[in-house]
Every structure is written in C-alpha cells, then in structure tokens.
C-alpha cells in the first residue's frame, strides 16, 4: 500500500502543536466529548459551519480525533496535514456528508423511505489488533491506517461513524432548534435549556398572538 511519508521533523511539529493545546485534549479527552464535538462539525444548522473555521484548529482537531478514535499516529499526523492544505470544498464536503449521513442515521426516513448511513471505501486501508500482557493487566490496542492522500477522510467518516453508533440509543433531534444531540434522559426533548426556553417562549407567544387574533376578530350577525 502506498504510504503518505513524513519526516520526523513534521511528525515532532504536529505533536508539538497538539501536545500545546490542552483545550483541545479536555475537549476530546473522552468519548462523549469527540462526539459532542463531530455533531457540531456537521451540523449545517448553525454558524460558524465547518469550512468557516480556523483552518489551523480544524486541522488539530481533526487530526486528534482521528488519533483518539483508533487512527495511526502516522494517519493522525498525515491528517493535520492534509486537512491544513485542503479547499474549503473539500471541508464543506465533507462536513455536509456527514451531516445527511448522521441524519439518516437517528431519522430512519429520507423522503419517505427507509434510509441508512453508507460510507464507501474506495482506498486500501488496514487494521491492526494488538494484545499486550503485563503480569495481570492485559491491554487491546486495535488501529486502522490508509495512505493519508486519499484515505483520511475514508478513516475519519469510520471513525465518526463509531463514534456515533456508540450513542446510538440516546440520540435524538431537539425539538426546538432541530439539532442533532445526545440525551442523558430519556425526556430530554432539547439540546439545552436556553433552546428549550426559547422555544417554549416563541410558543407561549404564539398562542397569546392566536387568541387576541380571535377574541378581537369581527362578530358577522
């Protein structure tokens, strides 16, 4: 398979930049915060959309969540790379593929038809399971690898798609904004309760608005 080489010089620099940033390390630190992260990645709902960002942080997150989610070191840092050098279509793109995806994913139904998220793998790519045995502790290491030309985005998709599938009971749209989000209660109908209280305000609104429509509408005799 052909490999994406980089020079250690580039491999020291990009764990340089990631290492710098502990923002970012608390915010995909653990699995709920990679996906947190994903469903605002490709939400076209709401500003700023992927391909507005700061490419640079773009490019750090990507290639840490890559990482995280069971991608080489090698891809990972191959990834900051790509994801750096790339047009705004190709981040658009991909952001908006993965939003109908998602979408496909919680809704069940496009159009009136049973719909399912396909992620196509048009690279060769590989996976690699490790067991490493130290007296009583036993560690499985398990990544995937892809030469980073054509196949990061390949292993960023499998990786959200993991991401995601590993919440799959407790995702949900909120009924106020639309929103992809994840539940930590079964009754959770919004995102977050500013959305929930805006929305209850627009309705108490609405209503208000219908009935003083009605009560001082004409009496026709």
């Not at 658009?92 to 993965?98: G, P, R, T």
């Not at 109908?100 to 809704?107: N, Q, R, S, T």
């Not at 989000?181 to 209850?200: I, N, Q, Y």
Request: with cysteine; glycine share 4%; charged share 30%.
């Amino acid at each position: 398979m052909k490999r994406y080489r980089l020079t250690n010089r580039r491999k020291d620099s990009w764990l340089r930049l990631v290492t710098k940033n502990r923002q970012l390390h608390q915010q995909l630190a653990t699995a709920r915060g990679r996906l947190d992260w994903l469903l605002g990645f490709a939400d076209r709902r709401h500003e700023p959309l992927a391909e507005d960002r700061n490419r640079h942080e773009l490019a750090c997150v990507i290639g840490l969540f890559t990482l995280l989610t069971g991608g080489s070191s090698s891809l990972a840092a191959a990834t900051y790379y790509r994801v750096a050098a790339e047009r705004k279509v190709v981040i658009q793109k991909l952001s908006i593929e993965l939003d109908e995806g998602i979408a496909a994913f919680v809704d069940g139904i496009v159009d009136g038809k049973r719909a399912a998220w396909t992620i196509p793998v048009t690279c060769p790519m590989t996976r690699t399971l490790s067991r490493v045995v130290n007296q009583d502790h036993v560690a499985m290491l398990d990544w995937w690898d892809a030469n980073a030309v054509d196949g990061w985005k390949t292993a960023f998709a499998i990786a959200s798609a993991n991401a995601v599938l590993a919440e799959a009971p407790n995702l949900r749209r909120c009924a106020g904004c639309k929103r992809v989000f994840v539940a930590d209660d079964p009754r959770e109908r919004f995102h977050s309760k500013p959305c929930a209280t805006k929305t209850r305000v627009a309705q108490w609104r609405a209503k208000t608005t219908k009935r003083r429509r009605t009560k001082d509408k004409p009496v026709t005799l």
